[in-house]
T-cell receptor, first 115, second 109 residues
Framework: EAQVTQNPRYLITVTGKKLTVTCSQN?????MSWYRQDPGLGLRQIYYSMNVEVTDKGDVPEGYKVSRKEKRNFPLILESPSPNQTSLYFC??????????????FGSGTRLTVV | RKEVEQDPGPFNVPEGATVAFNCTYS??????FFWYRQDCRKEPKLLMSVYSSGNEDGRFTAQLNRASQYISLLIRDSKLSDSATYLCVVNSRNEKLTFGTGTRLTIIP
């Protein structure tokens, strides 16, 4: 089954403790992206990757890092999480940035709480 | 001006009714248009692409008006299961997809 797999689904952590949210897709997509979703603000892009070893900042990259060492994986790293990073996070992938006729495929989401 | 704007609602509509909502976009060069559906606390899922000539998928009809830069979604014979948030999505100036903040729809029995 074609899918994007994110882990963990839920995470509660303390301020300053480094964490990684994993994202993996099995569709051989070149384009991958991370979003955060907050009430009233919709989906905002954090980082994206056009291909292996090619990453770039989205609209809200501060406090986040990513890497793309393999085509299928695109982890999101929070080196020193802060409470304002409490949010619902989604990973998405597509064959192109524009989504062709199929749009983006999203992972199930990670609900992160930083206390 | 936001790249993609939607009326947040909520729209509360009786079961069986027809409901329509619009979305406006600012980039006149946009070429890709979608409607996504998002259930509470779940991931967005593609509902349908929107084509220039308009397209229909069962009870759902999507239209594109390039002159006025808006897309619309019409739901006929609404079901309880149609209750969700509907996201308007358009490709932005840098080719990536930009998501609207969504229109919340509740179908009332």
């Amino acid at each position: 089954e074609a899918q994007v797999t994110q882990n963990p689904r839920y995470l509660i952590t303390v301020t300053g403790k480094k964490l990684t949210v994993t994202c993996s897709q099995n569709m051989n997509h070149e384009y991958m992206s991370w979003y955060r979703q907050d009430p009233g603000l919709g989906l905002r892009q954090i980082y994206y990757s056009m291909n292996v070893e090619v990453t770039d900042k989205g609209d809200v990259p501060e406090g986040y890092k990513v890497s793309r060492k393999e085509k299928r994986n695109f982890p999101l790293i929070l080196e020193s999480p802060s409470p304002n990073q409490t949010s619902l996070y989604f990973c998405a992938s597509s064959s192109t940035p524009r989504g062709t006729n199929y749009g983006y495929t999203f992972g199930s989401g990670t609900r992160l709480t930083v206390v | 001006r936001k790249e993609v704007e939607q009326d947040p609602g909520p729209f509360n509509v009786p079961e069986g009714a027809t409901v329509a909502f619009n979305c406006t976009y600012s980039n006149s060069a946009s070429q890709s248009f979608f409607w996504y559906r998002q259930d509470c606390r779940k991931e967005p899922k593609l509902l349908m692409s929107v084509y220039s000539s308009g397209n229909e998928d069962g009870r759902f009809t999507a239209q594109l008006n390039r002159a006025s830069q808006y897309i619309s979604l019409l739901i006929r014979d609404s079901k309880l299961s149609d209750s969700a948030t509907y996201l308007c999505v358009v490709n932005s100036r840098n080719e990536k997809l930009t998501f609207g903040t969504g229109t919340r729809l509740t179908i009332i029995p």
